[in-house]
């Protein structure tokens, strides 16, 4: 067993646990490493941070999802380091992991270009964390605004900003106007839920600036039936306990008074992505993402393979690939079946060829818009077509009957069963917004 080939995956997301799943009956050693023991379906996390769905029902742990995979361990730990001449990588505790290949999947973080003090005021969506925080600024928001009198402050309670358009603020956008119009309808007595101001603002100069032109268009009419406010062209100069301030292209600048702002716009690279970097020197776009070969691999080092978000990755016209689910997903088992190649001595795997199976973004009950193959639908066909999709892709059985039950309740009732505040309650939260800033402060 000792000549085995020792391969490290680095991260439990879809590149690397596509990856590992790839990798099952090849003759290797594999070992997966992250800093969390689950599995995050991150397309349904905005479900998680407006009630819909608890984060146990996106969730699968690693150890399980992986058990009968007698070739794989799972290590629970932080890489902080690499040394790519040794080929060893280094966890947190000190702990060295040597390897022969080596597949990284770190994935992305949010990014406030620069601004990071904006983080407080702004949480962003990319973890379960962030999701539950979202969730208790949400609910506080509607249970501050019951409670004070002033309607100049009751409004910022009730104005939601969400900063991205994209499809995360797109589908954030709708679940909120959902939430306002019919989930808390008839649930408080000071206030009227659906006098909620949802403004979603954005740079672009439309909303899915990725998205064929027709689907942007029937999304933001499906977003004003909702309520919710599309405001494009507009730069965020500034976020505070008080609100948005946002530029126009013209110059002109205006204050959005909000005590929640969500943050979906911008990504940046991982820490760990930044250390590879550093160390193999390899070649970055402007973000941060590594430019790897046809063959996904660093230049210069053939052992190590960087697929998903932190890989920079192009189509055979030279467009830049998006960071969603499928990219990383086939870039992971890409890299498996090159390594298994390897192993059994074969030539080197043909370069990386993308399948773009289409886009999606759902806006509200039985409402969405899909481009799947070039054809372009939106209302029910594309709803039903992610629902399909998105219980196809969750990763355990269990957790896809869970969430097909809490969708046939949302979509019958509106009702939507995880809508809990916890930590502080919202008493406090009433008194002062930056209290509503996040759980337990």
């Not at 990798?23 to 407006?50: C, G, M, S």
């Not at 990588?89 to 290949?101: F, N, S, T, W």
């Not at 989930?183 to 007595?189: G, K, V």
């Amino acid at each position: 067993m000792a000549d085995r080939h020792r391969v490290v995956i680095l991260g439990g997301g879809f590149g690397g646990l596509y990856a590992a799943k790839a990798l099952k009956n090849a003759p290797v050693d594999l070992t997966l490493i992250d800093r969390r023991n689950f599995h995050l379906f991150q397309p349904l996390l905005y479900q998680v941070a407006t009630g819909s769905l608890s984060p146990g029902e996106i969730a699968a742990p690693l150890r399980a999802v992986l058990s009968k995979q007698r070739n794989t361990r799972v290590l629970l730990g932080h890489v902080t380091d690499i040394d790519p001449q040794e080929k060893t990588i280094c966890l947190e505790d000190g702990e060295r992991v040597p390897y022969d290949a080596l597949i990284v999947s770190t994935g992305s973080e949010s990014s406030y270009f620069g601004n990071d003090a904006w983080h407080t005021w702004a949480p962003p969506l990319k973890t379960v964390e962030d999701a539950t925080t979202i969730r208790h600024k949400i609910l506080i928001a509607f249970e501050a605004a019951e409670r004070v009198t002033d309607p100049v402050e009751r409004q910022k309670w009730l104005t939601f900003v969400i900063v991205g358009a994209g499809p995360t603020g797109v589908e954030l956008a709708g679940a909120l106007g959902e939430i306002a119009h019919h989930t808390l309808e008839d649930d408080f007595r000071s206030i009227h839920p659906s006098d909620a101001k949802i403004i979603l603002i954005d740079a672009a100069p439309s909303l899915l600036a990725s998205y064929p032109p027709d689907l942007a268009r029937h999304a933001a009419d499906s977003l004003k039936k909702l309520g919710a406010e599309v405001r494009t062209g507009l730069m965020v100069t500034n976020v505070d306990g008080g609100g948005v301030t946002v530029k126009a292209s013209s110059g002109t600048q205006q204050h959005i008074a909000s005590h929640t702002v969500i943050w979906a716009a911008g990504v940046a690279v991982s820490e760990f992505g930044k250390v590879l970097a550093q160390r193999t020197r390899a070649p970055t776009d402007k973000a941060g993402r590594i430019k790897v070969d046809g063959q996904l691999t660093v230049p210069g080092f053939p052992d190590i393979f960087v697929v998903g978000d932190l890989a920079y990755l192009t189509d055979e016209h030279g467009k830049q690939l998006p960071g969603v689910a499928q990219v990383a997903m086939q870039s992971g088992a890409y890299a498996a079946k090159a390594i298994a190649a390897r192993t059994r001595g074969e030539a080197p795997s043909t370069p990386f060829h993308y399948f773009n199976k289409g886009d999606l973004a759902v806006i509200g009950r039985f409402s969405a818009v899909a481009n799947v193959f070039g054809l372009h639908l939106h209302g029910f066909p594309a709803w039903f077509v992610w629902l399909f999709i998105h219980l196809m892709y969750i990763v355990e059985f269990q957790s896809r009957l869970l969430v097909l039950i809490q969708w046939g309740f949302l979509y019958l009732t509106y009702n939507r069963g995880a809508m809990l505040i916890t930590g502080t309650t919202a008493s406090q939260s009433a008194q002062s917004p930056k209290t509503a800033a996040a759980p337990g402060q």
